[in-house]
């Protein structure tokens, strides 16, 4: 079963440019994720889908990131203009199912899109 | 802003020793309660979970031990090795509008020595 797919890996901008990630879940997997991780911290969750529609963007800047799930599969986030705190790992995940009632379990996770705003 | 507080925040280990890391939930309402451990590099992957309907669960020389009362849960690694130096991060679910979200502990780095 192929894993999640994250491109690009490694990115470097300048302040003030922008930038858009991809991120293809596991199919079938129903709730993707976004999580920031700054480096020795721990994920941030910066929006959730539930197949293509959001569930929780309560800590993406809006201002500057937006995100988007077409056709409740594939993803993209973007940045822009991007800052020099937007230095991070962008992690994508998804789950096969996130229910209101239960947790159903594991996020399977990216390997990560690395971004440096010099 | 619902938090998981782990420590500690690194740790260093003797090979053959046990690591142990330590996390605190808010929420009385959390059902799952996850360990994801990340290599440099790459992305989080789940190591061990547990439901709070039982108070431990060991899978091969890892075992999570579940305190409901206390709000607190811990990972050990028994005889640990050089090929378990990772981040370590606990886990719980908080509610959002669409139902439940992860949120993630700031990660205990282990280093274990040869």
């Known amino acids: 079963e192929a894993g999640v797919a994250q491109s690009p890996r490694y990115k470097i901008i300048e302040k003030r440019q922008s930038v858009a990630f991809w991120c293809n879940p596991i199919?079938?997997?129903?709730?993707l994720y976004w999580y920031q991780q700054i480096l020795g911290q721990g994920p941030k969750l910066l929006i959730q889908f539930q197949n293509n529609g959001v569930v929780d963007d309560s800590q993406l800047p809006k201002d500057r990131f937006s995100a988007e799930r077409l056709k409740g599969v594939d993803s993209t986030l973007k940045i822009q203009p991007a800052k020099l705190e937007d230095s991070a790992v962008y992690l994508c995940?998804?789950?096969?199912?996130?229910?209101?009632?239960?947790?159903?379990?594991?996020?399977?996770f990216g390997e990560g899109s690395r971004l440096t705003v010099l | 802003q619902q938090q998981v507080k782990q420590s500690p925040q690194s740790l260093i280990v003797q090979k053959g020793g046990i690591s142990i890391i330590n996390c605190a939930y808010e929420n009385t309402a959390f059902d799952y309660f996850p360990w994801y451990q990340q290599f440099p590099g790459k992305g989080p992957a789940l190591l061990i979970a547990?439901?709070?309907?039982?108070s431990e669960k060991k899978e091969g020389r890892f075992t999570i031990s579940f305190n409901k009362s206390a709000k607190q849960f811990s990972l050990h690694i028994m005889d640990s090795q050089p090929g378990d130096s990772a981040t370590y991060f606990c886990a719980a679910p908080g509610r959002n509008t669409g139902g439940f979200k992860t949120i993630f502990g700031a990660g205990t780095r282990l280093f274990v020595k040869a």
């Open positions: 547990i439901r709070p309907d039982v």
């Open positions: 995940a998804s789950s096969f199912f996130s229910s209101g009632r239960k947790n159903t379990g594991e996020l399977f």
């Open positions: 199919s079938g997997h129903a709730t």
